[in-house]
């Protein structure tokens, strides 16, 4: 017949058994953690390219807009020099007999 353990033997038993069971939930627990942080970095690095893809799309979107408002800035300059060019030459005769006129004093 196995004797009985002794009340110490008892307890050192207990202290390894609830130590075992420590280090296995010690070992689960930093397996979840390392888990957790490649989801997180999994996770900010997927909202970085999302980002950095939107950022891109909106620059690309606006300078398109500023291209298209510079090219129409560029045509109304344009027509507005033609315009005065236009003036100008309409008004040319007329401004050089004036002229003419005021040199010679008529």
Do not use: W
């Not at 110490?8 to 957790?36: G, H, P, Y």
């Not at 606006?62 to 090219?71: A, F, G, H, P, R």
């Amino acid at each position: 017949m196995e004797e009985e353990k002794t009340l110490l033997q008892q307890i050192r038993d207990k202290e390894q058994e609830f130590s075992k069971r420590l280090e296995t939930v010690k070992q689960e627990t930093d397996a979840q953690i390392a888990t957790e942080k490649a989801k997180r970095d999994t996770a900010l690095h997927e909202a970085e390219r999302t980002g950095k893809i939107a950022a891109e799309e909106l620059l690309c979107k606006e300078q398109q807009k500023t291209d298209l408002e510079i090219e129409r800035m560029k045509k109304a300059a344009a027509a507005e020099t033609n315009a005065a060019r236009v003036k100008g030459e309409k008004n040319l005769p007329l401004a050089t007999d004036k002229i003419v006129s005021y040199v010679i004093m008529e």
